[in-house]
T-cell receptor
Framework: DTEVTQTPKHLVMGMTNKKSLKCEQH?????MYWYKQKAKKPPELMFV???????INESVPSRFSPECPNSSLLNLHLHALQPEDSALYLC???????????????FGQGTRLTVV | AQKVTQAQTEISVVEKEDVTLDCVYE???????LFWYKQPPSGELVFLIR??????QNEISGRYSWNFQKSTSSFNFTITASQVVDSAVYFC??????????????FGTGTRLLVSP
């Protein structure tokens, strides 16, 4: 099983809503990532978890709150988002390789988020 | 600065034509990785290749081939005999070592490839 599964595929939310994006992988990877991709732009790293601990936060606003309940799951909790947060949110996972993380990341299909 | 430049925004070809996607990178690291990913309309990023900075051998995988030239900081991707299913956005990416020991991917702006029948 070489899949990263993301739910939901599409999400429309109001600026006062609270919602969560979910990501799951069963490849035994111990690093998981959230990327944000605006239309016609490349993906940009938001967060990295390794061994269920937050390792990197790329100065993401606090209205995005990641959570890693176990080694297979990664959530992104959303609260009080702005219309400019509308984007494709991609989850990825990768395997540790020696002393470095193998950045051959496997990506999910993403959640297309629209904030109204 | 560590960055990736994909100067071609969009390329249109007719099926069976060969097409080369350009990628130029800048990095201060001596050890790094370069990647190509394909993003079809469905959205997921599909890994195509990873190349270590010490391995300048060109690689061929079916209709795909990659030309890595450290002297010109380029890592170009050629599709031979293109097919409609090759239509997608292709991203070149560079691994950047962070102070946490992690390497993160820095992507180019992507090249949209349109292959018409």
């Amino acid at each position: 099983d070489t899949e990263v599964t993301q739910t939901p595929k599409h999400l429309v939310m109001g600026m006062t809503n609270k919602k969560s994006l979910k990501c799951e992988q069963h490849m035994g990877h111990r690093a998981m990532y959230w990327y944000k991709q605006k239309a016609k732009k490349p993906p940009e790293l938001m967060f990295v978890y390794s061994y269920e601990k937050l390792s990197i936060n790329e100065s993401v606003p606090s209205r995005f709150s990641p959570e890693c309940p176990n080694s297979s799951l990664l959530n992104l909790h959303l609260h009080a988002l702005q219309p400019e947060d509308s984007a494709l949110y991609l989850c990825a996972s990768s395997q540790e390789e020696g002393s470095n993380w193998n950045t051959e990341a496997f990506f999910g299909q993403g959640t297309r988020l629209t904030v109204v | 600065a560590q960055k990736v430049t994909q100067a071609q925004t969009e390329i249109s070809v007719v099926e069976k034509e060969d097409v080369t996607l350009d990628c130029v990178y800048e990095t201060r690291d001596t050890t790094y990785y370069l990647f190509w990913y394909k993003q079809p309309p469905s959205g997921e990023l599909v890994f195509l290749i990873r190349r270590n900075s010490f391995d300048e051998q060109n690689e061929i995988s079916g209709r795909y081939s990659w030309n890595f030239q450290k002297s010109t900081s380029s890592f170009n991707f050629t599709i031979t005999a293109s097919q409609v299913v090759d239509s997608a956005v292709y991203f070149c990416a560079l691994s950047v070592l962070m102070n946490t020991g992690f390497q993160k991917l820095v992507f180019g702006t992507g090249t949209r490839l349109l292959v018409s029948p």
